[in-house]
């Protein structure tokens, strides 16, 4: 049987602890709200999202682990990613200036075409706001990060419009050849992992290194 989807895609979410980058992508999964724990290691959640041309990609998403002692593991699985979310709080002005780490991790270990996109979270608590959207903008633009935007995990604002932007980013590059099977990509015949066929969030899994490595 043919699987809903074309293609899939290896995606990373980095950034602090405690930005919201766990329940960014169960909002996005589940289409819920969830205060979670700290992320240990990392954990695995998917998703498919309709791109151009009717063409569906599967996104395995690589929720890291933001705290220093999970470095080495975080930087273990952003080698073979397609796409990458920089998440950062917009009530904590320090995890803007820490994406800037997040970002050399990824040049120096990811592929060179990895598409990213700068996703400044918390957008509801606007009393609280410390990161302003044009500050953020202009340091996507400094670093040639091409897409910004302001989410909110609690409300849903923005948070598939994320996601489908990395995925477009990645059919582009699918369409111009840069991605291969060597690169984190495989159609719909080939399998990565047993995951739900509908693209839903599945049991999370720790420290699991068989996806696109």
């Known amino acids: ?26 909002r996005l999964c589940e289409g819920r709200f969830s205060k979670t724990d700290v992320t240990i290691g990392v954990e695995l959640d998917s998703r498919v999202v309709e791109v151009e041309d009717g063409k569906k990609i599967k996104l395995q998403i690589w929720d890291t682990a933001g705290q220093e002692q999970y470095r080495s593991v975080t930087n273990s699985y952003i080698r073979n990613a397609t796409g990458a979310l920089l998440v950062y ?10 994406v800037q780490r ?12 990895v598409s990213i996109v700068l996703v400044g979270n918390k957008c509801d608590l606007v ?7 044009l500050e953020a903008e202009t340091w996507a633009r400094e670093n040639d990060i091409a897409f910004h935007v302001e989410t909110s995990a609690k409300t849903g604002e923005s948070v598939e419009r994320a996601f489908v932007e990395v995925a477009r980013e990645i059919y582009q ?33 720790q420290n699991d290194t068989s996806c696109c490595q």
């Open 89 to 98: 709080d917009i009530t904590r002005k320090e995890t803007l200036a820490h």
């Open 127 to 133: 009393d609280k706001r410390q990161v302003s959207t």
């Open 173 to 205: 590059n699918i369409r111009q050849g840069v991605f291969d099977k060597a690169h984190g990509i495989r159609p719909n015949n080939t399998k990565f992992v047993s995951l739900g066929s509908d693209g839903r969030r599945t049991t999370p899994r």
């Open 102 to 113: 997040w970002l050399s991790d990824i040049k120096n270990l990811g592929e060179p075409h």
């Open 1 to 26: 049987m043919s699987q809903p989807w074309d293609y899939i895609a290896k995606v990373i979410c980095l950034g602090d602890s405690g930005t919201g980058k766990s329940s960014l992508t169960i």
